[in-house]
Nanobody, 118 residues
Framework: QVQLVESGGGLVQPGGSLRLSCAAS????????MGWYRQAPGAERELVAD???????RYADSVKGRFTISRDNAKNTVYLQMNSLKPEDTAVYYC????????????WGQGTQVTVSS
C-alpha cells in the first residue's frame, strides 16, 4: 500500500504564496505520476498540476504562470509552489499518485485546505 501525507496549506492573503508538499510512503513504484487536484465547495475535483517521474508536467490553464510543480524522486515527494494566489484558488488540495505500470493504481492524500482571503 501507499500512503500520501500532505502539508503546507493554510490561510494567505490575495497575492501571497504557499508551498504544498506531499510525501509518499510504502511500496512506491518509481514509475509514476504525482500531482495535485483541488476541490472547491460545490465544485468537482479538478487537476491543478501533475508531473511524471521523467519530468513531463501538466498544468491547469487557470494556474499556468503562477504555480510550479516539482518533485524529489529520491524522497518520493512532490511540491506545489503557489504564487500570486487568488480567492478563486481557495479549495481543498489533494495529492494524487498514479502508478503508471501494471498493476495500475491510484492513491489519494487526505487533503489540505488552502484559503485565499483578505
Amino acid at each position: 500500500q501507499v500512503q500520501l501525507v500532505e502539508s503546507g496549506g493554510g490561510l494567505v492573503q490575495p497575492g501571497g504564496s504557499l508551498r504544498l508538499s506531499c510525501a509518499a510512503s510504502g511500496i512506491v513504484s518509481s514509475i509514476n505520476r504525482m500531482g495535485w487536484y483541488r476541490q472547491a465547495p460545490g465544485a468537482e475535483r479538478e487537476l491543478v498540476a501533475d508531473l511524471t517521474n521523467i519530468g513531463s508536467a501538466r498544468y491547469a490553464d487557470s494556474v499556468k504562470g503562477r504555480f510550479t510543480i516539482s518533485r524529489d524522486n529520491a524522497k518520493n515527494t512532490v511540491y506545489l509552489q503557489m504564487n500570486s494566489l487568488k480567492p478563486e484558488d481557495t479549495a481543498v488540495y489533494y495529492c494524487r499518485l498514479d502508478r503508471t505500470i501494471w498493476p495500475i493504481r491510484t492513491y489519494w492524500g487526505q487533503g489540505t485546505q488552502v484559503t485565499v482571503s483578505s
